[in-house]
Nanobody, 111 residues
Framework: QVPLVESGGGLVQPGGSLTLSCAAS???????MGWYRQAPGNQRELVAT???????NYADSVKGRFTITRDNAKNTVYLQMNSLKPEDTAVYYC??????WGQGTQVTVSS
């Protein structure tokens, strides 16, 4: 069983919206969960995290545009992305605590 499965990526025009989902194979209720992204030629960078107490943290580049939420009953974390820009184009990865990574989902913002 794959520990983390991301979904929801795709091609969207600038200014558009996407919602990414990350489904875990077990309980996430006690863990900080995070979304990261990696563009070609760049290092993987933090996008957003949410603690077990639902405290959130965002990269400056996405503040006010992206929202991270969690549904512990579904063992799922979401990333709502609005006002998307071409520079948001990357593979987006989910992270479970400080360890496991998902396989990634591609987000492309282009006209």
């Amino acid at each position: 069983q794959v520990p983390l499965v991301e979904s929801g990526g795709g091609l969207v025009q600038p200014g558009g919206s996407l919602t990414l989902s990350c489904a875990a194979s077990g309980s996430i209720s006690l863990n900080t969960m995070g979304w990261y992204r990696q563009a070609p030629g760049n290092q993987r960078e933090l996008v957003a995290t949410i603690t077990s107490g639902r405290t959130t943290n965002y990269a400056d580049s996405v503040k006010g545009r992206f929202t991270i939420t969690r549904d512990n009953a579904k063992n799922t974390v979401y990333l709502q992305m609005n006002s998307l820009k071409p520079e948001d184009t990357a593979v987006y990865y989910c992270r479970w605590g400080s360890g496991l990574w998902g396989q990634g989902t591609q987000v492309t913002v282009s006209s």
